[in-house]
């Protein structure tokens, strides 16, 4: 594949590790409408917009994916630095994720995805640890089963942690 353009600077953006009162995560089924069999589930979130604080950020970015408001913003777990091809261009995105829990797992709110989320995604769903052990797609991070049982069980770090994806993945 040609990429046709290229990012350089980082896109700034925050994310939910999003938990509901069964203590599941909500994940969001992606895959890249321009290479269909590229697919993988991540955390709901997005680019921040000026003048937004990261925290402002991704509770904007969940509530426009899934509807979801009433929640509850913990603490910053880790900052994730990826690169990645997506629609065929080059991608640099630094993300910020936040512990959330949510009251619901409903949507409170209408949805307003943008074309490009609607062109892109497939599913949104709840899961537990365990589902997420035995997850044979692709998810980003690629260590989230891990670091998920470690927040659960209290063993995760008291700092946020620094996450890098080797260039081209996603």
């Not at 980082?10 to 290479?35: K, M, Q, Y």
């Not at 091809?85 to 209408?110: C, F, I, K, M, N």
Request: aromatic fraction near 6%; proline fraction near 6%.
């Amino acid at each position: 594949m040609t990429t046709t353009k290229s990012s350089i600077a980082p896109r700034i953006g925050a994310r939910l590790l999003l938990l509901d009162t069964e203590d599941r995560v909500l994940l969001i089924h992606a895959r890249d409408p321009d290479r269909v069999e590229h697919h993988w589930w991540e955390l709901p979130g997005g680019g921040q917009d000026p003048g937004e604080t990261l925290r402002e950020t991704a509770l904007r970015e969940v509530a426009e994916e899934t509807g979801i408001t009433g929640i509850t913003l913990g603490r910053e777990l880790w900052v994730r630095e990826s690169r990645f091809v997506y629609r065929e261009r080059q991608h640099h995105r630094v993300d910020h994720v936040y512990l959330a829990r949510a009251s619901t797992g409903h949507a409170t709110v209408p949805l307003r995805p943008t074309a490009n989320e609607k062109a892109g995604l497939i599913e949104r769903r709840w899961w537990t640890v365990a589902e997420l052990q035995d997850c044979e797609d692709k998810l980003l991070p690629a260590t989230l089963p891990t670091l998920f049982a470690d927040i659960l069980a209290g063993r995760f770090s008291g700092t946020p942690l620094e996450l890098s994806d080797q260039p081209g993945g996603r």
